[in-house]
């Protein structure tokens, strides 16, 4: 923390618990003392500081100091966990500029690491010992918002976690999850609902002939229920294991049968429907894509067979003509397994932070550490972000640290954050 954050931290570490504002103590000026009246002598001036001064100041430290001033009084911790301070913490770092509070949350099969975005190194999460007698779990991440991740773990239990916290919360199953050959495994979709402030999972129940039926579970009533009106006929791509959040709207690559062109399923989590959307009319026919979302829009990335990726971005209006190509990222060949390379985020500098998309690439490069890429648009080169301490992994998450609990959204209400 900067010296001057200290200062302004110690003046702000003196509530008076009696009240509902700090109050900070002002001493006259030293030339002024001699012509004060005794009775002037004796008394003090205060300058108050008013909740929200102190909310728009210790909204910008960070997160670990936030935690620990919590525990320091009944006010304080009132203070930090109230809906309108965690709001305004939540807005704060999503508009930040500084690459501290966001991450990538990298899932290694039986391991979670955190990485900073430019720095060569990743930590290891402690995540929560839901099986005491279990030593080892098996992740996989369904879908990172405002903070918190949505996980199955080991193929048998729902998770909401904010690892920024350490507060979790097991959600109740509409029917037990896949977990055999004969099923596949089912696919999801994790989001916010911005109009009822509740964050919302949507679950497709997978047979072998394709789906059997959805569900959408509520944080708010903890409940799942059926989502009626919606197509058993469409598939999800084999290796599909959650959708893209955007804006309150989930997105999923599908494909109708006798069909080869893929399609686009979008779920409104406001209305609760489910619409199709065409990819870009100049896309490339023959090849599947990627969905991302990237920059605040929803992102379509294609791999034509290892020499470029397309990328194009869906504007606000949502409709087949709102596409619009914006980049090509060239020179793929001069990097190993080019045709598995995927766009995952931009970088503050403009840089595109890209990584490979399938497992079948991890099982290629075999003990040679998986590696992260980043692409310069201007110079149409790319410089290795390598990554110690983790040698293969099979997702990256974008992730933003907040203080967004699993467990207050249930009691609270009007804890709405911006888009």
Same mark, same amino acid.
């Given at each position: 923390?900067?010296?001057?954050?200290?200062?302004?931290?110690?003046?702000?570490?003196?509530?008076?618990?009696?009240?509902?504002?700090?109050? *900070?103590?002002?001493?006259?000026?030293?030339?002024?003392?001699?012509?004060?009246?005794?009775?002037?002598?004796?008394?003090? $001036?205060?300058?108050?500081?008013?909740?929200? *001064?102190?909310?728009?100041?210790?909204?910008?430290?960070?997160?670990?100091?936030?935690?620990?001033?919590? $525990?320091?009084?009944?006010?304080?911790?009132?203070?930090?966990?109230?809906?309108?301070?965690?709001?305004?913490?939540?807005?704060?770092?999503?508009?930040?500029?500084?690459?501290?509070?966001?991450?990538?949350?990298?899932?290694?099969?039986?391991?979670?690491?955190?990485?900073?975005?430019?720095?060569?190194?990743?930590?290891?999460?402690?995540?929560? $010992?839901?099986?005491?007698?279990?030593?080892?779990?098996?992740?996989?991440?369904?879908?990172?918002?405002?903070?918190? *991740?949505?996980?199955?773990?080991?193929?048998?239990?729902?998770?909401?976690?904010?690892?920024?916290?350490?507060?979790?919360?097991?959600?109740?199953?509409?029917?037990? *999850?896949?977990?055999?050959?004969?099923?596949?495994?089912?696919?999801?979709?994790?989001?916010?609902?911005?109009?009822?402030?509740?964050?919302?999972?949507?679950?497709?129940?997978?047979?072998?002939?394709?789906?059997?039926?959805?569900?959408?579970?509520?944080?708010?009533?903890?409940?799942?229920?059926?989502?009626?009106?919606?197509?058993?006929?469409?598939?999800?791509?084999?290796?599909?294991?959650?959708?893209?959040?955007?804006?309150?709207?989930?997105?999923?690559?599908?494909?109708?049968?006798?069909?080869?062109?893929?399609?686009?399923?979008?779920?409104?989590?406001?209305?609760?429907?489910?619409?199709?959307?065409?990819?870009?009319?100049?896309?490339?026919?023959?090849?599947?894509?990627?969905?991302?979302?990237?920059?605040?829009?929803?992102?379509?990335?294609?791999?034509?067979?290892?020499?470029?990726?397309?990328?194009?971005?869906?504007?606000?209006?949502?409709?087949?003509?709102?596409?619009?190509?914006?980049?090509?990222?060239?020179?793929?060949?001069?990097?190993?397994?080019?045709?598995?390379?995927?766009?995952?985020?931009?970088?503050?500098?403009?840089?595109?932070?890209?990584?490979?998309?399938?497992?079948?690439?991890?099982?290629?490069?075999?003990?040679? $550490?998986?590696?992260?890429?980043?692409?310069?648009?201007?110079?149409?080169?790319?410089?290795?972000?390598?990554?110690?301490?983790?040698?293969?992994?099979?997702?990256?998450?974008?992730?933003?640290?907040?203080?967004?609990?699993?467990?207050?959204?249930?009691?609270?209400?009007?804890?709405?954050?911006?888009?």
């Amino acid at each position: 923390m900067k010296p001057q954050s200290k200062g302004l931290v110690s003046l702000l570490l003196q509530p008076d618990q009696k009240q509902t504002t700090a109050s *900070l103590q002002l001493q006259p000026a030293p030339d002024q003392k001699q012509t004060m009246a005794p009775t002037m002598k004796k008394r003090k $001036r205060r300058a108050r500081i008013h909740d929200d *001064l102190i909310i728009g100041i210790l909204a910008r430290l960070p997160l670990k100091f936030i935690v620990r001033f919590r $525990r320091l009084s009944k006010y304080w911790n009132a203070l930090l966990t109230s809906p309108s301070f965690i709001r305004t913490h939540l807005n704060y770092v999503k508009e930040s500029e500084s690459n501290s509070m966001h991450r990538l949350i990298l899932s290694s099969t039986y391991t979670l690491q955190s990485m900073r975005y430019g720095v060569c190194e990743s930590c290891k999460l402690n995540f929560p $010992r839901i099986y005491p007698k279990r030593r080892r779990f098996l992740f996989e991440i369904l879908g990172s918002c405002n903070g918190l *991740l949505c996980l199955v773990v080991s193929r048998k239990t729902l998770i909401l976690w904010n690892p920024s916290i350490r507060e979790f919360k097991k959600l109740p199953l509409s029917c037990p *999850l896949s977990n055999n050959k004969i099923n596949k495994t089912d696919t999801f979709g994790f989001g916010y609902d911005y109009s009822t402030d509740d964050y919302k999972l949507i679950r497709f129940v997978h047979v072998i002939d394709g789906i059997e039926s959805s569900y959408i579970y509520s944080l708010k009533s903890n409940t799942w229920k059926r989502i009626q009106g919606f197509s058993v006929s469409i598939k999800f791509f084999e290796d599909l294991i959650s959708g893209t959040f955007v804006n309150g709207v989930l997105y999923w690559n599908i494909i109708y049968p006798g069909k080869i062109i893929p399609w686009i399923l979008r779920f409104n989590l406001t209305s609760e429907k489910f619409e199709t959307l065409s990819p870009p009319n100049d896309v490339n026919k023959g090849h599947d894509f990627a969905l991302r979302e990237i920059g605040g829009c929803l992102t379509l990335a294609q791999n034509l067979e290892g020499r470029s990726i397309e990328m194009w971005k869906l504007e606000k209006d949502n409709t087949k003509q709102g596409w619009t190509k914006f980049m090509t990222i060239m020179n793929l060949q001069t990097l190993p397994y080019p045709h598995d390379l995927v766009p995952i985020c931009f970088m503050k500098n403009g840089e595109v932070l890209i990584t490979y998309g399938k497992n079948v690439a991890f099982l290629a490069i075999g003990r040679e $550490r998986s590696r992260f890429e980043l692409y310069d648009p201007r110079t149409s080169t790319f410089r290795r972000l390598q990554v110690c301490g983790i040698s293969r992994w099979s997702q990256a998450i974008p992730y933003t640290k907040s203080l967004v609990s699993p467990k207050l959204l249930m009691a609270c209400d009007g804890m709405r954050v911006g888009k």
